[in-house]
């Protein structure tokens, strides 16, 4: 909600009762402030213009200010950060004016772990939140597109797993990754394929880095990442539909609408199609679609795939609640092409094809009981199913033959996750009172089954409940402490607390926090069984949770320059891993692998970034210093900690009078270093080379804003591949390999067309 200042003028004839203006914050708080320091000016007839200014309690006395008592008098009101407006009196008479806050100056609002929704500035949690426009402005399609200029994380990329990433130089099964507070299931190999989560009809993103298990339990250790779908309907109806192409053989379409029903109620809806051609570094400009399959060119350094995804939504508003139905659907299949192979009588290849589905169901229930309470409800059914199909193709009749399975490989697997989930709180939301607290419970049940799970199918139950409060100190000093408490039905749960504290004072904000996180084992760690004639892996029961304790600082403030506000920022973290859950060997001369918790892990690092707004211009800046512990140093006399560098910047200039938008978004992933065993056995040093990302759009709204049309160029310094040395090259061999990270210099266009009625 966006804040808003009212001003009650009251304005009576001269010698006659005092006559006074107040000014009232009534936007997103709950009660009526004063707002100190508005300004005022009055003429009357031909006198000198009267400049006034709110006293401490928002009001001011404007009796006997005249020589003479003339009509109309012309008022002009300010503040600074907020619309002008001016207005002309004709008589004695009391007004209210509303001044509007100019749109860059407006605090984003925050939902994620909070009582009710709040201002970033007033969260005790440092919160980062991406909106709307700048998914837009990047023309992102999926997460991965949007989090690759974001620091401290750090993606990667795996032709068949699809994308991952880290943060805080803590991998990705330790990042909780929610849409509208429900997980997403479906990890694979501890990650979530990013390029799976798409964000059309996303609001924002919301995210929090340091653990957030009070809330939200297991993966929530290195941070948490909330996806917010579009939920207000202020249109009658809408409806429209995107295009989206590059270069490389993408191409997008989507439609998308909602339509309001009778007074409280509305559905949205949106579906699409994602296709990618594939592509390797020897691609053309512009696909070939009639290149033949039995070329070696078949075979793809990126994948194709193909995605169909829809999403129904249905509110309800009932008094000052909110209540959500939402279904969500996506399917994908990877193509992995097989090089072709020459046999006596034909050319063959041995294709693999990976199809993905999601189905997730989710009610949603926000609201306020009274005006010092809030409730919020959350249940959901998520399905995902991975299948594998591997087939034998005949490259001149293009006949597909299904491989069978020998029991000695993996042609054919299907694996299937289920989540049934329930999280419930109730909050106290008491601006004048110097305490508010919440208590809820957090239900999770799980299942997976496969051929790969022992027994077939597994279940576990995780049955949390958590209660924090917030303690307001001076006005200006907030201190919130949680705890969890879970019973788990596989593990013994550990008990989670958290203490945050925020001083405000004076536009400057400090944040300090001690959380301590967990992740679960996942029932695959658990339970996981393989084997094949080179090794066996095999899951582990006897498994207790990862643990960590995570310390984190920050210091922000907010300066107002005439119309430029300036928000510089730095922030710290350090992060100590018990019982790292990983593969390890059973025995010197074993092939079998058993997950074990084998030992701890640390990270620490500082973060600074700056930004500066002023009305059509937005410039943000940043860098990041990030250590990983190097476990082997233990033993061995290498250094404790690894350290790695990044910077990103964006810049992002609005030509009003054409209505033209121009951004560009910058990352440096500085070299990543590391120790870890060759093929020798020996301690040896792993890097990952630096590397530059930079993109640029152009954007421009035509026929009332019905159409825009964006155009732009992403991986402008064409990284492709980058060089690495990893642990299990031979010592002698001296050998590397590069690691893809993008496709290339690639072009786009998008096309969005868009009918609606408020």
Sequence with gaps: MNKVLLLALLITSIGSQSQTLSVLNIGSDQYDLPMIGASVSIVSGADKPVYLSTNNLGEIDIKNRFKNQQYPLFITISYIGFITQNDTLT?????????EEKAYLRDEVVVTAQYAPTSIEKSVYKVKVINKQKIEQMAAVNLRDVLSNELNIRLSQDNILGSGMSMQGISGQNVKIMVDGVPVIGRLDGQIDLSQINLNEVERIEIVEGPLSVNYGSNALAGTINIITKKENKEIFRIGVSTYNENIGTHNNTIYGNVRLLKNHSIGFSAGRNFFDGWSPDD??????SAKLADSGRVKQWNPKEQYFGRFQYHYNLNKSRITYKLDFYEETIENRGAPQRTPTSFIGFDDYYHTKRIDNAILARGRINKNWNY??????????RVKESYRKDLVSLDNNLIPETGLNDSQDTSNFQLFMSR?????????SWINYELGYDINVERASGKRIANGTQEMGDYAVFASAEFLFLSQIKVKTGARYAYNSLYQAPITPSLNAQYFKNNYSFRVSYARGFRAPSLKELYFTFNDINHSLFGNPDLTAERSNNFSGSVSKKILVKEVLIKPEISGYYNFIFDRIAFAQTSATSDSLLYFNVGENQTKGVNSAISVLYDNFKINVGGSY???YNQLSTENDIAEFSYSAEFNGS?????????????????HQGKLPGFGFNSDGEVAEQTIEAYQLLDATISKVFWRKRLTLMVGCKNLMNVQNVQASLAGNSAHSGGGRSIAIGTGRTFFVKLNLEFAKK
């Design 626 to 628: 990030v250590g990983r």
């Design 376 to 385: 919020n409800f959350t249940g959901a059914y998520n399905y995902f199913q």
């Design 424 to 432: 419930a709180s109730i909050s106290s939301n008491r601006d004048s």
């Design 284 to 289: 053309t400009f512009w696909p070939d679609y």
């Design 651 to 667: 810049a992002t200039y609005v030509f009003k009078k054409p209505k033209l938008n121009v951004s560009a978004f910058f990352k």
């Design 91 to 99: 008589a004695p008479q009391s007004k209210t004016y509303t001044l």
